[in-house]
């Protein structure tokens, strides 16, 4: 297994965090296969915080909550009613960990692209970034979606899922086999596009007008980034309560 080292560099000028390289990647090579170095230590470092942080706050439990403790109680809640307003009160209970882990891993990873400076840590080629800022990663996730979709359609009704395809005719057959295929890419698309969008107008603000200019952009981008989350788990929830429902 061959893994270029990575290095910190001091940064002589502050245009330099702002530099982006389009079209160059950073692998690392194990045997004959190639991973894409950028994506996975961008998420390493999200997955560390999504565990740190609950495992922080619950090492105390108290019966009246406060601090740390009340607002992972706080998040827990908006996702479980995030679930149950998708799925219905007698369905939801078994996929609020899933939604749940859906938008946390999208909101953290998007917020990590505004919050954290990546540029600070050079690459040989590349750099990192957010890492739903690559389509891979949002093609996984759109992907996930899709299977727990499938599944969970498939568990409630049994082989008589597939006789949706068929309703309310026959004729609509093609259009409604293609509607399962153009799900996961418009969740993937949606994601990517505005996440690398929002990240490209801000670095191009701050190697422009390097003071004040790019704040209230980069202040947008996390609301952005926030509601993008809330879009991408909403979207998930509705696609696996309406396959448990059997209707369009």
Not at 3 to 26: A, K, M, R, T, Y
Not at 68 to 83: G, S
Not at 213 to 235: C, E, H, N, R
Request: net charge negative.
């Amino acid at each position: 297994m061959q893994i270029e080292q990575l290095q910190i560099f001091e940064i002589d000028n502050p245009h330099q965090v702002s530099s982006v390289e389009v079209g160059q990647h950073f692998y690392w090579q194990i045997g004959n296969l190639q991973v894409h170095a950028q994506v996975l230590i961008t998420s390493w470092v999200v997955i560390a915080l999504l565990i740190a942080l609950p495992v922080v706050a619950t090492r105390n439990l108290q019966t009246i909550p406060t601090g740390l403790q009340n607002f992972i109680e706080y998040v827990l809640e908006f996702i479980r009613d995030l679930t149950r307003t998708q799925m219905g009160e007698e369905e939801y209970r078994p996929w609020v960990p899933f939604i749940g882990t859906m938008f946390l891993s999208i909101f953290v990873s998007n917020w990590s692209g505004a919050l954290l400076p990546w540029r600070v840590i050079q690459l040989p080629h590349g750099e990192l970034a957010a890492p739903t800022n690559d389509i891979n990663t949002t093609v996984a996730l759109a992907l996930l979606t899709s299977v727990a979709y499938f599944y969970a359609g498939l568990h409630k009704r049994g082989f008589s899922y597939f006789g949706k395809y068929i309703q309310p005719t026959p004729v609509l057959l093609p259009i409604n086999i293609l509607e399962d295929f153009t799900k996961p890419l418009s969740l993937s698309f949606r994601l990517f596009g505005n996440i690398l969008a929002d990240e490209l107008v801000v670095a191009v603000l701050v190697s422009l007008v390097p003071l004040i200019v790019p704040v209230p952009m980069m202040l947008l981008g996390l609301f952005t980034s926030a509601i993008q989350a809330l879009i991408s788990a909403t979207l998930a929830a509705a696609y696996i309560g309406e396959s448990m429902e059997g209707h369009h």
